[in-house]
């Protein structure tokens, strides 16, 4: 019969356990099984699920559901439970995870113990999908085909996996805890102010437990090309934790930072910034806030191709590389579904002295910086009434509002792509966020900016994420409690909504058009519904 068995299983594919799978393994090999889903032969690892199709490489990786750091997940009432040695080695016992309503049980937590599971008893449960004591795992676990010396690579991997403290944890010396803020010369004044006002009042109340936070600002000199060599000095002077906020300037020059957060393996969480860097490749330590120009040119895009009649000429107008960049972005999104986009860079093409050459029925999408908004527009609204003139598309972040002195007839022409909220918005949320935030931290809440709040973002969700942590302190369990925990509480208030998703890496997500409500034209309020900001 055990003849039979066996011959049975190898028709089907799936290998036979022997003493062979008690041999040790290889941890890095094991690595790029649980990371990559790539077996050490260089094929895809598969997996099978019962009622679903197969999945492959990448997709049948341990960490899609069992997370990079191996601390499991949970999503509603599924509980993937922890692969880590702590987890793994030590007898099964009941644990509480997450939060649940009375009633409501979190389906795949057990009552029941098990054994500590051997390189023997792993091997089983990956190919039959039964734990040490004789039971069923989950049946959302696929099963693995794997030989022997896959599951001795597997298994010596996660022998080594686990939560990291104490000593071990880079940044944590003698229960105090060392993190960074970066501050480039280029960044401007009141966002630097922000950073390290804001922040700086923060560590000093901040507590983990019995663990104080010491910040460190890290404030970089010179050209863009020489920051790298300072931030390793910085990083071998004092290794810290993680680097919280940031204060710089254009997405472009901040690619050096995120280049050295990603080489050390830093989390570095939502710097102020005009947006993210381009390269996206290869991103995974460095967190953004928002995408800035190009995320509102989506938004602006998705909002001409939702209008119900489309405008007669739609131009797009820019003066500089980065609105040059959100023109582009903004005809590519709406390039399927929207009127032929007509792209005027004003640097080469200049407007013709008098009245720019628009009409009524025109759309101009203006990428521009507010000097370049008065001068075209001052002499063309002189003595015209509001619909004898085109409707005008702005950068809420080039061109905000509140820097702009429009002529009265423009007031009712003007809209604006915005990822942030209103001020009346603002002001709302600040209530029940950023104003007693600020309180607690020793700073003057009724003088509450846009700027604070972000840096209160920053701050808040890296409390929650590490508080949410459960004492595993590893970078890659930080991201994922990011990941996890980035929504749209009070905290994100000065956008009008951050999230993040597993993989995800950019928090503001949506946008609107904005515009003064009539009829005096002097509150700015949402003039379309939220849009999608992504790519």
């Not at 309503?101 to 599971?117: D, L, V």
């Not at 050209?223 to 934790?241: I, K, N």
């Not at 949506?510 to 790519?535: C, E, F, K, Y």
Request: aromatic share 6%; net charge positive.
């Amino acid at each position: 019969m055990k003849h039979l068995v066996t011959t049975l299983l190898l028709a089907i594919g799936w290998p036979v356990a022997h003493a062979g799978a008690s041999e040790a393994g290889d941890p890095a090999r094991g690595q790029a099984i649980h990371l990559e889903g790539r077996l050490p032969d260089g094929r895809s690892l598969r997996a099978r699920r019962t009622d679903l199709p197969d999945m492959t490489g990448a997709a049948a990786a341990c960490a899609q559901c069992h997370r990079r750091s191996g601390m499991g997940d949970q999503e509603g009432r599924l509980r993937v439970p922890p692969i880590t040695a702590a987890s793994l080695l030590a007898p099964g016992r009941t644990t509480a995870v997450g939060r649940a309503a009375p009633g409501i049980e979190i389906a795949g937590t057990r009552t029941e113990t098990r054994p500590a599971y051997t390189v023997d008893s792993f091997a089983r449960a990956l190919r039959t999908g039964v734990d040490p004591a004789g039971r069923a795992l989950a049946p959302w676990m696929p099963r693995y085909a794997l030989d022997d010396a896959a599951v001795a690579d597997l298994f010596a991997w996660l022998e080594r996996l686990g939560p990291v403290g104490g000593a071990s944890l880079r940044g944590l010396v003698d229960n105090t805890l060392h993190l960074a803020t970066i501050v480039t010369p280029d960044a401007p004044a009141a966002r630097r102010e922000a950073v390290e006002t804001t922040l700086s009042a923060w560590a000093r109340q901040q507590r983990f437990g019995d663990v104080r936070v010491a910040l460190h600002v890290w404030r970089l000199t010179g050209d863009a090309a020489g920051w790298s060599a300072q931030l390793q000095q910085r990083m071998a002077e004092q290794p810290v934790y993680a680097v919280v906020s940031g204060a710089g300037a254009s997405a472009t020059q901040w690619a050096p930072v995120e280049t050295f957060c990603e080489a050390a393996a830093l989390p570095c969480v939502f710097p102020l910034l005009d947006g993210a860097p381009a390269t996206a490749a290869g991103r995974h330590h460095a967190l953004y806030l928002s995408e800035g120009l190009l995320a509102e040119a989506r938004v602006a895009a998705r909002a001409v191709a939702a209008l119900a009649t489309p405008p007669a000429r739609l131009q797009v107008w820019f003066d500089s590389d980065p609105g040059r960049d959100a023109a582009q972005a903004f005809r590519a999104t709406l390039a399927s579904v929207g009127p032929k986009v007509q792209l005027r860079d004003l640097r080469a093409q200049p407007m013709p002295a008098g009245q720019p050459p628009v009409t009524p029925d025109d759309l101009v999408v203006a990428w521009v910086a507010p000097p370049q908004v008065q001068a075209l527009f001052a002499a063309t609204a002189n003595g015209q009434r509001a619909d004898a003139l085109p409707a005008v598309w702005l950068s809420a972040q080039l061109a905000p509002p509140e820097a702009l002195d429009l002529p009265p007839a423009w007031r009712s022409r003007v809209r604006w792509s915005s990822l942030k909220s209103t001020p009346e918005r603002f002001r709302a949320a600040a209530v029940t966020g950023l104003q007693p935030w600020l309180r607690t931290m020793g700073l003057d809440p009724l003088q509450a900016t846009p700027l604070q709040g972000e840096v209160y973002a920053a701050a808040y969700f890296f409390t929650d994420a590490l508080q949410r942590s459960r004492g595993a302190w590893s970078a890659e369990h930080l991201l994922e409690r990011l990941e996890a925990g980035v929504n749209n509480r009070a905290a994100a208030g000065a956008y009008l909504r951050l999230s993040l998703g597993q993989g995800q890496r950019v928090a503001a997500q949506v946008g609107q058009l904005q515009g003064w409500a009539a009829p005096d034209h002097r509150t700015l309020v949402p003039m379309s519904p939220v849009l999608n900001a992504n790519r």
